[in-house]
């Protein structure tokens, strides 16, 4: 988290930050992103940035944290607008991280993140996006109908989830990686949904 300093700097001021990171971070990944470019262009001096931010890192996940809070709806959103069907649930949240990330002003700074992910960066990523994992977990779990799975406790409801999630991630890392088109992407999510769905094992009879 920025410092109180940040915080309690004007809008336009802080607008004017944030604006110079998302270009900083829209051309270069977090370990080649400098704070020279970003104390330029917000034309702030370099120990004014580190009287609001720790570091470049701390900027870094407090950006993607603002805008994808902006950007796009919660998990929770999409399971209730597909009546609690998890698969289309999550289907349509894919479909609506993709409008998001589409768009012109953040299309460039969503392709850098995803094709720079890693482990670290990843968990990292997580925790600051509260919109990604439901805060709760009982209220999220209560959403989904069980009727249709082989699964019902909230236990393995969220084990699946977690399995579920990275699925969403890959696809998205292949379609900045690919420049595929939006119906390449959604015929590639159900080709590996599929595989969750219905399993890989042929059935005894077959």
Known sequence: MPKETFLNLPTHKKELILK???KEFS???IH???VANIVRDSNISRGSFYKYFVDIEDLYYYLYHEITSQAHGTVIDALKSANGDLFLGLENYLADLVTAFSEDKYHDYFKVVTLNL?????????KK?????????VDFTKLIQTEKLTITSQEDLLDFFKVFVPVIHECL????ANDWRYEQLM???HRRIKWLKY???KKENE
Do not use: C, W
């Open 20 to 22: 110079a990171a998302l």
């Open 27 to 29: 051309q270069y990944n």
């Open 32 to 34: 080649e992103a400098s």
């Open 118 to 126: 890693n482990y670290v960066t990843q968990r990292k990523l997580a």
């Open 129 to 137: 996006e509260t919109n990604l994992k439901p805060t709760n977990p």
């Open 173 to 176: 890392n292949d379609y900045f």
């Open 187 to 189: 015929e590639e999510y």
């Open 199 to 201: 399993g890989i094992l």
